[in-house]
């Protein structure tokens, strides 16, 4: 198996493990987000889809609709709220 498998699959691990850790530890999960970025950083890959948009790049919570994040469709666009920092992420609706 190439470096490239190895780092998407151990990307896919973390994202799991960081789900199921967050409602006892959300520090644990953090962390856990910022070593998948850290394993995407270092293979020199591009963020897998499916994980692209679940978590705030600014404090690295995932995104639970509800708990951490609050969704809304404004003008055109779907709007992401980060409930933790703040952070906001806009998306066009097609």
Excluded at 36 to 47: F, G
């Amino acid at each position: 198996m190439n470096n490239r498998k190895i780092a998407i699959k151990r990307i896919k691990y973390l994202y799991k493990k960081s789900l199921e850790v967050f409602d006892k530890d959300p520090d644990l999960s953090r962390r856990y987000i910022k070593i998948l970025l850290e394993i995407k950083r270092k293979a020199n890959i591009k963020l897998i889809r499916e994980l692209r948009n679940k978590f705030c790049k600014k404090c690295y919570t995932v995104w639970i609709p509800g708990k951490t994040l609050s969704i809304r469709v404004r003008r055109g666009k779907v709007i992401y709220k980060c409930l933790n920092c703040g952070y906001v992420k806009r998306f066009k609706i097609r």
